[in-house]
């Protein structure tokens, strides 16, 4: 059985930080670019930040950045993002998603096929 595990949300102040982790197992991690997605009740999903197979690159949406830092662990199947400077505005369900043919991500990645999703993991910030 395929499982993503997504884990580290909470509720924090403005300002604050917290590190999300993906665990991912039944399906091949290290050959396959990453990406967290996050959605707001009420709101469209979005993709927050992607990064390739080998972890030495990424991208990520426009008002996120210089706050989020994704990074990933092939040996232990583990993808992270570290979120700094947290904001009202980033209060959502956060989702890992392996793509499904995808090793590097691009300006489209958000496009990419994405097969498995966890349940998530909630982030609240509040002021």
């Known amino acids: 059985q395929v499982t993503v595990v997504e884990s580290g949300g909470g509720s924090v102040q403005t300002g604050g930080s917290l590190r999300l982790s993906c665990l991912v197992s039944?399906?091949?991690?290290?050959?396959?670019?990453m990406a967290w997605f996050r959605r707001a009740p009420g709101k469209e999903r979005e993709g927050v930040s992607c990064?390739?197979?080998?972890?030495?690159?990424?991208e990520y949406l426009d008002s996120v950045k210089g706050r989020f830092t994704i990074s990933r662990d092939n040996a232990k199947k583990t993808l992270y993002l570290q979120m700094n400077s947290l904001k009202v505005e980033d209060t959502a369900m956060y989702y890992c998603?392996?793509?499904?043919?995808?090793?590097?991500?691009?300006?489209?990645?958000?496009?990419?096929?994405?097969?498995?999703w966890g349940q998530g993991t909630q982030v609240t910030v509040s002021s």
């Open positions: 998603a392996p793509a499904r043919y995808r090793a590097y991500c691009s300006d489209s990645w958000t496009t990419t096929e994405y097969d498995y």
């Open positions: 039944g399906v091949t991690f290290g050959n396959r670019a």
């Open positions: 990064i390739n197979f080998t972890g030495d690159e990424s």
